[in-house]
């Protein structure tokens, strides 16, 4: 099973509140997007299955480890400590919010199917993943790669 230690969970009448306390908050809007967004950008290396694909997984894994719990969250947000400011990933009703519920949904399937992939791939003994926004060709482990590269 999947485990994960998130900083604080709150409730009230209406569902849950997750948040991630950060230093500084670097992670933006388009890591959950993942490359373009969900679209084709053209990018010739990139694989199909990773358009749209987050590279910034957790809050959709929080999402994911809370909700089979039997409560629905309702806002996920990360904590800037040294701006003092919340950077809303998604929310039920704030439409300043990176997300809709619909979005959210969208990136809790997508991290599932990572999960799984990432599960299948170590199963199938490799480890190492290409990197989310550069691909195996500017990746800083090919030399220890056991899948495109070890072998020449």
């Not at 290396?45 to 809050?59: K, V």
Request: glycine share 10%.
């Amino acid at each position: 099973g999947l485990g994960g230690r998130i900083d604080r969970v709150s409730s009230d009448e209406r569902g849950l509140l997750l948040v991630d306390y950060k230093r500084h908050v670097r992670v933006k809007k388009r890591d959950l997007l993942g490359r373009g967004g969900g679209e084709d950008d053209g990018e010739e290396n990139e694989h199909p299955a990773d358009r749209g694909r987050p590279t910034s997984f957790q809050i959709p894994f929080y999402v994911a480890l809370l909700e089979p719990l039997g409560e629905r969250v309702r806002t996920a947000a990360y904590y800037d400590v040294e701006a003092g400011k919340y950077a809303v990933v998604f929310d039920d009703e704030d439409r300043k919010a990176w997300f809709d519920r619909a979005e959210m949904d969208r990136l809790l399937a997508e991290t599932e199917r990572s999960i799984v992939e990432m599960r299948e791939r170590i199963e199938a003994g490799m480890w190492t993943v290409p990197d989310p926004h550069s691909g195996c060709e500017e990746c800083r482990l090919r030399a220890v790669c056991r899948m495109k590269y070890s072998v020449r």
